[in-house]
């Protein structure tokens, strides 16, 4: 069964840290990009950082986390994760992670895409 599997949200203060996961199963993430997006109520989800290993090793981040947020991947555990430090309570959100691949032609990722249901993530006092 396909499935990408996050965890690893909770309740935390503002400055403290977290750590995501992105679990695969069912397929090999070697072949794809990995995205995490975060809606918070009443928003719009939005792109917080990606990682793809092919053409490059390549992350990317979204201004609002630069320099905050770390993407990384286990490709022996077919995990990535996404470690969070400096939180603020705007990073309130749920946070989900989305696979697309295994296939590249142009510059972009394609074939199929896998979202995850989503981890609560919650920063406050």
């Known amino acids: 069964q396909v499935q990408l599997a996050e965890s690893g949200g909770g309740l935390v203060q503002p400055g403290g840290s977290l750590r995501l996961s992105c679990a695969a199963s069912?397929?090999?993430?070697?072949?794809?990009?990995i995205g995490w997006f975060r809606q918070a109520p009443g928003q719009e989800r939005e792109g917080v950082s990606s990682i793809r290993n092919f053409p490059h090793d390549t992350k990317d981040y979204a201004d609002f986390v630069q320099g905050r947020f770390t993407i990384s991947r286990d490709n022996a555990k077919n995990t990535v994760f996404l470690q969070m430090s400096e939180l603020k309570p705007e990073d309130t959100a749920v946070y989900y992670c989305k696979a697309v691949g295994p296939y590249y032609s142009g510059g972009r990722y394609y074939g199929n895409t896998y979202w995850g249901q989503g981890t609560q993530v919650t920063v406050s006092s």
């Open positions: 069912g397929f090999s993430l070697d072949w794809y990009t």
